[in-house]
């Protein structure tokens, strides 16, 4: 049974996983919108079966974590990976990422290349021709987003749908992920962090190539927020050494809808690196 730990930086509580002897190699996992740390629950024991630490935040304003003092931007996020690392001690890991993990992992891997040991990306992109799904645009909309959260803060109704899209996801996952839903304050993380994107800043890190390491790309079939022809876009437009798989079947939230298909990828992928 994995267990979170709590530390405080900056002046505010951090919620996040850290199983594996402190001497392994470290892989950060990094959740997206929704989730939390709770996303990896069957994922980082596979990590660590194969002799890695692993360590998966909660990311400020999810889980169990508390959000910044200032707003919630792209910015925020990845000023926090920083302090995050450096509170721990990291150097060089091994980088796992879903959703918008996945644009503020990509981005921090941009930005530090050389501390990147190797890379999995899940359901996200950083294509130029990726566009929002329907609910991201709703939340970019000032007014209009804050009456899609407000709905969405109706949690028997929220669960509902969130077991109906991912079937057989255990219930303390869901309860986790709600967390962000709970009151005013904490959705706004949501919209925060959707309105603080805008192409100027996607535009520099467009260019993955300089990501020289080993690429593992997994993707729900049937993911309805961005569709797994990015997957192929990212490998040959972007990542041509990437190894591209797409679990048939699946939705978005492959890691608590389908973790056995999920985990032999990822024991493929650490296994071609030892």
Known sequence: MIKKQTMELNGQKVSYFDEGPKDSLPVLLLHGVPESGMLWKHIIPEIVS???????PDLPGFGKSEQFKTKSTWENYLIFINNFMRTLQLDDIHLIVHDWGGLIGLRWACDHPEKVSSLVI????????YKWHSIARKWR????GEKVMEKMSNKALWMKNMKNEVPGVDEDVLEDFYCVFQTEQSRNVVLDL????NQKLVEPYLNLSKLKTHVTILWGEKDRYIDYEFAYKTQEEQLSQANVHIIPNAGHF??????????P????HFRSIM
């Open 50 to 56: 194969l002799g890695f630490r692993a360590i998966a």
């Open 265 to 268: 990828i990822i024991g493929d």
């Open 194 to 197: 959707y309105r603080s994107a």
């Open 141 to 144: 909309t000032p007014g209009e």
């Open 254 to 263: 492959i890691h608590v809808e389908v973790p056995e298909k999920v985990k």
């Open 122 to 129: 899940s359901d996200t992109s950083l294509h130029p021709e």
